[in-house]
């Protein structure tokens, strides 16, 4: 059982920068590939970013290419999102999720979530 913790959303201007964050406990997290996705009101819940186990690999959806960076610390079980000049269609539910079977390539699909955490930006 893998157990996330996510956090760090919050309300702020277009323009401006957030730093979402994830924590993992249970099963070595350094076995598990981290992702991030988002779900705005009325829509489906939709891939962001995701990183190999090793932090070697990396793959973004096209709309936070350039603007989103995901990182991750397998000393400190956290997996990161940084988020820079938001924009207002970036409102959403961040959740983090893992998988032990996502290796850089096709799609990243977790097996266990986060409860999410609430990112707002105002134009």
């Known amino acids: 059982q893998v157990l996330l913790d996510d956090s760090g959303g919050g309300l702020v201007q277009a323009g401006d920068s957030l730093r979402l964050s994830c924590v993992s406990t249970?099963?070595?997290?350094?076995?598990?590939?981290m992702g991030w996705f988002r779900q705005a009101p009325g829509k489906e819940r939709e891939f962001v970013a995701a990183?190999?186990?090793?932090?070697?690999?990396?793959s973004y959806s096209e709309f936070v290419k350039g603007r989103f960076t995901i990182s991750r610390n397998n000393a400190e079980n956290t997996v990161y999102l940084q988020m820079n000049n938001l924009k207002p269609e970036d409102t959403a539910v961040y959740y983090c999720?893992?998988?032990?079977?996502?290796?850089?390539?096709?799609?990243?699909?977790?097996?266990?979530w986060g409860q999410g955490t609430q990112v707002r930006v105002s134009s």
């Open positions: 999720g893992a998988t032990s079977e996502w290796y850089g390539l096709g799609e990243f699909r977790p097996r266990y």
């Open positions: 990183m190999t186990s090793s932090g070697g690999s990396t």
């Open positions: 249970g099963r070595p997290f350094s076995r598990y590939a």
